[in-house]
């Protein structure tokens, strides 16, 4: 357990030291100042007594938390538009103009002051006493916690925005030091570096260059060296990049310090802004492919085979998807599901096998590696039995085609991707930077990976206009709709979703010709 600590304290340093977290953004808020923000953002106090929203006449009372004032003027404090009410703009630099305000509406007033702003939030009164739109509620709270808020609020629009200059953007990538998967994450940091590059010759994003940072996380507590020599450069985003284990740690600092985390290879993506809003993710995770494989299976089998059982190795990640996975059934109109655990450094195949034709289980939802999936098939054959299997795709690997012939056309897969068209426009211009960077061809799902992270960035960037900050960059991203890269599905964020192409592809094993064949359109898993 020791052990462990030192490796969580080993990353978060490695992480502290790449990302320059004494200088972010939420790091300069003042304790004041972020006690305000936790008000502005979830309507709740820090120090314990309730806030209330009152709404209309008075006569309708809410607990602050079901209306916070982010809700209604956005996370900048510019205003989000919505059914026909415009909220004002309540950055620092609006509230304060010297010659005052002219709202649409045609009312005017002079700029605010601590003392009038605290009245606009108590009585719903502007500086001039008039009344302010019927839609802003008015809030009940203590003097200190109404003190809290006005020095958040008056801090708004004015937060500095580490890793930006004038002339440049500063993005990081995070990718492990040692182990299988450093070379996949140099692979990435290639084409990133060749992509980014082909940008900044062509001009940058409105005139500034991006430059592209890299942090090595070390694999174990015992290679703390990984992280010498790392500048302490602040980023403005992280792009791309191998998560590679450290997934709700690195989540948890990006959303706690508001770096826009954007297109990280994991296996556990968050679906909702719930967990992290500056965390993007592009494709669906295990869970989400078996969810697709779920769905899948209920229309095509016929009603007396959704009997599953649902197999994995003992551990807490493979138990919660398990459970993810038996939920998704039960909602998908299964029969029945039943869980079964092996230990997970002890797989016994012909066990398991026996057990799961005794349950009477139809159908398999595999959670194993690649290697155990054929051992498993073949001892399943051997009792003539024949379940049609699901495996999440991303499980898969040159194993997963040496299944009996037996379990032909019995065996599914959900894959978020289909194989790129190489005639297509997209293809050729990828394929020309990579020839262009001399770029090696090893490990090309991942190379791909990055450069649609790559294209996210760039097209968030472009979005979020002349006056940059992270800020913008998520309204950005929030905003971006079917976006078409020609290598990847459409991505598609919004304010509650994190899964740019949330769904799969399902593929059955055709272990003759040694192939993966595609056996679905675009499935959704909701």
């Not at 802003?136 to 500095?160: N, Q």
């Amino acid at each position: 357990m020791a052990r462990r600590h030192c490796f969580v304290a080993v990353v978060m340093s490695a992480l502290a030291l790449l990302l320059g977290v004494r200088a972010t953004a939420a790091s300069q808020l003042t304790p004041q100042e972020r006690r305000g923000k936790q008000i502005y953002l979830k309507g709740v106090s820090s120090s314990g007594p309730a806030i209330t929203a009152v709404i209309g006449d008075g006569q309708s009372e809410l607990p602050g938390a079901v209306l916070p004032c982010v809700n209604c003027h956005g996370y900048g404090g510019l205003g989000r538009p919505e059914g026909g009410v415009k909220p004002s703009n309540i950055t620092g630099e609006a509230l304060t103009k010297p010659y005052g305000v002219t709202h649409e509406s045609g009312r005017e007033h002079p700029s605010y002051n601590e003392a009038t702003l605290a009245r606009a939030i108590r009585e719903g009164l502007d500086p001039a006493g008039n009344r302010l739109l019927a839609a802003m509620p008015r809030y009940r709270m203590p003097p200190g916690d109404l003190a809290d808020l006005i020095a958040y609020v008056k801090s708004l629009g004015r937060e500095p925005q580490p890793g930006l200059t004038d002339t440049s953007i500063r993005v990081g990538t995070v990718i492990p030091a040692s182990g299988p998967l450093a070379e996949i994450g140099e692979d990435m940091r290639s084409v990133l570096a060749a992509q980014l590059s082909e940008v900044n010759q062509q001009g940058g994003i409105y005139n500034r260059k991006i430059e592209l940072r890299v942090l090595r996380l070390p694999k174990t507590a015992s290679e703390p060296e990984t992280t010498r020599g790392v500048p302490e450069e602040e980023v403005f985003a992280l792009v791309g990049g191998v998560m590679a284990g450290a997934e709700e740690r690195l989540e948890t600092f990006t959303g706690t310090e508001e770096i826009p985390l954007i297109g990280p290879v994991t296996l556990t993506p968050q679906a909702d802004s719930s967990a992290n809003r500056f965390a993007f993710y592009l494709f669906s995770g295990l869970r989400e492919q078996a969810w697709v494989l779920a769905a899948f299976a209920a229309q095509r089998l016929p009603q007396q085979e959704l009997r599953a059982a649902i197999v994995y190795p003992e551990s807490d990640g493979a138990r919660k998807l398990a459970k993810a996975i038996e939920d998704k059934c039960r909602n998908s109109g299964w029969v029945s599901t039943a869980s079964l655990a092996y230990p997970k450094d002890h797989f016994d195949a012909a066990r398991l096998t026996v057990e799961l034709q005794r349950s009477g289980a139809a159908a398999v939802f595999f959670l194993g590696t690649s290697a155990e999936l054929p051992n498993f098939l073949r001892d399943a054959a051997k009792l003539s039995w024949t379940p049609t299997v699901f495996v999440p795709g991303s499980l898969a690997g040159r194993e997963t085609l040496e299944i009996p012939l037996n379990f032909k056309a019995r065996v599914f897969l959900a894959f978020p991707t289909l194989p790129v068209d190489a005639a297509s426009e997209s293809a050729r211009e990828y394929r020309t930077l990579l020839q262009k960077h001399n770029l090696r061809v090893q490990h090309p799902a991942f190379k791909l990976w990055a450069y649609v992270a790559g294209e996210i960035l760039i097209e968030g960037l472009r979005q979020a206009g002349r006056t940059l900050t992270r800020e913008k960059l998520v309204n950005a991203l929030e905003g971006l709709y079917e976006f078409r890269t020609g290598l990847a599905p459409p991505i598609s964020f919004g304010p509650n979703r994190r899964i740019g192409a949330l769904g799969a592809y399902v593929f059955t094993v055709n272990p003759e010709k040694k192939e993966f064949q595609p056996v679905s359109e675009w499935i959704s898993p909701d």
